[in-house]
Nanobody
Framework: QVQLVESGGGLVQPGGSLRLSCAAS????????MRWYRQAPGKERELVAS??????????ADSDSMKGRFTIAIDNAKSTVVLSMFFLKPEDTAVYYC???????????WGKGILVTVSS
């Protein structure tokens, strides 16, 4: 059974940091592209960052609002992908979703999402 379980969300003050983790199981982690998306209230879901499990190559959304503040990393031994977020802003408030994408089969798996609230 495929599972993507996000953790690490919550309430943080503007300027603070958070580290989101996604623990994956039930599929061959090393053959997937792991991604973090987010969906703010009233907005569409958007890609934040992705990483290729096989070689660690990363991609970050070309967004001025996020650039330089988020880092994605992977631990293949633990089948975990981490999103580190720094200098958080109120506009980063969103539900953050972990996604696993297979380039070979075009299959996508999704976590249930975790809420991040940036507020004073």
């Amino acid at each position: 059974q495929v599972q993507l379980v996000e953790s690490g969300g919550g309430l943080v003050q503007p300027g603070g940091s958070l580290r989101l983790s996604c623990a994956a199981s039930g599929f061959t982690f090393s053959t997937y592209v792991m991604r973090w998306y987010r969906q703010a209230p009233g907005k569409e879901r958007e890609l934040v960052a992705s990483i290729i499990s096989a070689d660690g190559s990363t991609y970050y959304a070309d967004s001025d609002s996020m650039k330089g503040r988020f880092t994605i990393a992977i631990d293949n031994a633990k089948s975990t992908v981490v999103l580190s977020m720094f200098f958080l802003k109120p506009e980063d408030t969103a539900v953050y979703y972990c996604n696993a994408h297979s380039p070979q089969t075009d299959i996508d798996y999704w976590g249930k999402g975790i809420l991040v609230t940036v507020s004073s």
